[in-house]
């Protein structure tokens, strides 16, 4: 009875196999999914292993004590890891999030959040266990390395060798953290950090504005090749993508750090990047609805073009060859209008097929 019992476990368990692997078969670069469709805005992405997926609340929506919440289905979502993190008068503040914005998980299933802390003027990094939801670690970035006034957005997280990388788009520079030692260096000053004039934001048919003046938004995404031997970097207003050795991050030299820094090719006016295992680079088109592709000659070629990426957000890849994005009508919120919120939800959280696949496996 037992070995019927495992040879019937085993034929099912073939079969689910597979099942999946001929529904995958039916996809084709660049098919586009609607993961969910929210009435509160997302701001970064993440995926586990499994397929869970968590995304921030935009400090940019409508107030609401909502910070991080984990997809349920296709209109629905919870707080996590749970209503305590959340905001809340008269809560124990060390154990809230503020306003949070870049998230990631790293090889281990961790998820990593930076907490950009604008009314507390502490800028902070969380770790959580994705499985049990238990609160890891918290690394608090001091003054010096993260001033107030700075906005840092996006992170990437190697767990291979204990190093987050962050970029600071208000006071524009790179950010590195030792996980273990929890000691932080900035690199700044550089002209790779700055916007470029020429890359103009341009959405539903008009230059985009910001806080009344054109936009112009420095260093923002930043990606991790699948070894975590390069970090990748650029303006959201700007069209080059450059690359510079983690080791040199690391170690904290600036004139080394500068003389690192290289050119890898084009990207468009974009707010999030990722990289595949396989070394390609994919970023979110803002001026056209879209996810491009670099290709093998540093040139761009669009992957998808569709009005539900109204200001695709951010970009990570999560389970098979899916790149997850948050789409968000950030342009609409009251900080570009200049008018009040000018949103509608739905919001939304969507998928692009790829044929690529995540790079923490190597990691």
């Known amino acids: 009875m037992i070995k019927i019992t495992k040879t ?112 507390t003027g502490k800028t902070r990094i969380l770790a959580f266990d994705i499985a049990s939801g238990k609160h890891l670690k918290i690394i608090t970035l001091d003054d010096a390395i993260a001033p107030r006034g700075s906005f840092i957005q996006d992170l990437v997280v190697d767990a291979r060798t204990g190093w987050i990388y962050l970029a600071d788009i208000s006071n524009p520079g790179l950010i590195t953290v030792n996980i273990d030692t929890q000691k932080a260096t900035r690199f700044s000053g550089h002209a790779s950090l700055q916007s470029e004039k020429s890359a103009v934001m341009h959405i539903d048919g008009q230059d985009t504005q910001f806080n009344g003046k054109p936009a112009a938004v420095a260093v923002n995404p930043i990606t991790l090749s699948a070894d975590g031997k390069k970090v990748y970097f650029g303006a959201m207003n700007g069209y080059s993508w450059y690359e510079v050795d983690a080791a040199s991050l690391q170690k904290a030299d600036d004139k080394a750090i500068a003389n690192n820094i290289r050119v890898v090719g084009k990207k468009p006016v974009s707010d999030g990047a990722a990289i595949s295992a396989q070394g390609h680079h994919y970023f979110t088109d803002l001026n056209n609805n879209g996810i491009d592709m670099m290709d093998s000659r540093g040139e761009l070629v669009p992957l998808v073009r569709s009005a539900l990426l109204d200001w695709p957000d951010s970009i990570q890849f999560g389970d098979k060859n899916w790149l997850y994005i948050s789409s968000n009508q950030l342009h609409r919120t009251a900080a570009f209008t200049g008018k009040g919120d000018k949103g509608e939800a739905p919001y939304r959280i969507l998928r692009v097929w790829t044929d690529d696949t995540q790079p923490f496996t190597s990691r």
């Open 8 to 119: 019937i476990l085993l034929t099912s368990a073939l079969m689910l196999t597979a099942t999946q692997a001929f529904a995958d078969t039916l996809h084709k670069k660049g098919d586009l999914e609607v993961v969910a469709a929210l009435d509160i805005r997302p701001g970064n992405v993440t995926v586990s292993d499994n397929g869970r997926v968590f995304a921030t609340v935009h400090p940019l929506d409508i107030p609401s004590r909502w910070r991080l919440i984990e997809i349920t289905g296709k209109k629905s979502w919870k707080a996590w890891p749970d209503d305590s993190w959340q905001k809340s008068e008269g809560g124990d503040a060390a154990h809230q999030i503020d306003t949070p914005l870049g998230i990631t998980r790293d090889a281990q299933n961790r998820l990593w959040l930076v907490d950009m802390g604008l009314n």
